[in-house]
């Protein structure tokens, strides 16, 4: 069974940095591709950035340049460096993960980790 599990939310002040981890488990087929979203408090769930199996990124344009994603695809881990939050970006943010099993591809979920910007 498929598990992500998320690493690295916390409390940082408007400006400060954070680095979220997201570790896939259970995999059995291969990884097409990986990422972030978030959801704010009334908000509908939304793409932060994502990231190919061959390293390829894509941003939501509001987070360009401060977040950078990457990944370590021997470890099935993706990872998003975050820098000057701001307040608006407070959010649960959420690890995706498209699998391929075949020709078909199945989309997992992590818990979600909570990011507060606030002084």
């Known amino acids: 069974q498929v598990q992500l599990v998320e690493s690295g939310g916390g409390l940082v002040q408007p400006g400060g940095s954070l680095r979220l981890s997201c570790a896939a488990s259970g995999v059995i087929g291969s990884i097409n591709v990986m990422g972030w979203y978030r959801q704010a408090l009334g908000k509908q769930r939304e793409l932060v950035a994502e990231?190919?199996?061959?390293?390829?990124?894509d941003y939501a344009d509001s987070v360009q340049p401060r977040l950078t994603i990457s990944s370590d695809n021997a470890n099935n881990t993706v990872y998003l460096q975050m820098r000057r939050l701001k307040h608006e970006e407070t959010a649960v943010y959420y690890c995706n993960a498209d699998i391929l099993d075949g020709p078909i591809g199945y989309d997992y979920w992590g818990q979600g980790t909570q990011v507060t910007v606030s002084s």
């Open positions: 990231i190919t199996q061959r390293g390829a990124p």
